[in-house]
T-cell receptor, first 117, second 113 residues
């Protein structure tokens, strides 16, 4: 059983640029969530994808967008990068968004460390 | 929305001693409370969780307690070992919100050999 894999692991961008981060969900998981973790802070929920549609969003502006593909993998896109976007971006997958003991149990990837200069 | 507070922010214990980390939450509708361990350069890893219909759960050296009335929950690690050194996060979740979890700010635990 493979876990959640993310790429790239590290990247550096300049203010105003755009970035795409990628995530492959754990085998058998159909729901992907993205979190932003600033240095020294807990993860903050960006959004969630289920059945290739966004179906939950945290307090992040529209320049944060995403995609989910038929194989459940996902992308996070951030446009017009700002210095405050520098963070570890975590992808998490789960078996479903519904009820039951396994639902909502997150498996995180190692993250993509984004630095905006 | 939900607000999760976590204390202490740093904790040092001698190997073999116990460690306790406490969290409070604000939304009484929250009903699922996981704890994550994050080692340097890695993503958070679920170590134990508890749902609101249970007051305590134990898994070997790790236990979690939940007080719904007071809206707080705690992580207890007994017989600490150097490999327990990491950052620990608590989180809260309420039903029908998908995977939107609210995390605490983390506790950096150092176990001194």
């Amino acid at each position: 059983e493979t876990g959640v894999t993310q790429s790239p692991t590290h990247l550096i961008k300049t203010r105003g640029q755009q970035v795409t981060l990628r995530c492959s969900s754990q085998s058998g998981h159909n729901t992907v969530s993205w979190y932003q973790q600033a240095l020294g802070q807990g993860p903050q929920f960006i959004f969630q994808y289920y059945r290739e549609e966004e179906n939950g969003r945290g307090n992040f502006p529209p320049r944060f967008s995403g995609l989910q593909f038929p194989n459940y993998s996902s992308e996070l896109n951030v446009n017009a990068l700002e210095l405050d976007d520098s963070a570890l971006y975590l992808c998490a997958s789960s078996p479903s968004t519904g009820r039951g003991p396994g639902a909502n149990v997150l498996t995180f990837g190692a993250g993509s460390r984004l630095t905006v200069l | 929305g939900e607000n999760v507070e976590q204390h202490p922010s740093t904790l040092s214990v001698q190997e073999g001693d116990s460690a306790v980390i406490k969290c409070t939450y604000s939304d009484s509708a929250s009903n699922y409370f996981p704890w994550y361990k994050q080692e340097l350069g890695k993503g958070p890893q679920l170590i134990i969780d508890i749902r609101s219909n249970v007051g305590e759960k134990k898994d070997q050296r790790i236990a979690v307690t939940l007080n719904k009335t007071a809206k707080h929950f705690s992580l207890h690690i007994t017989e600490t070992q150097p490999e327990d050194s990491a950052v620990y996060f608590c989180a809260a979740h309420k039903g029908n919100t998908g995977n939107q979890f609210y995390f605490g700010t983390g506790t950096s635990l150092t176990v001194i050999p």
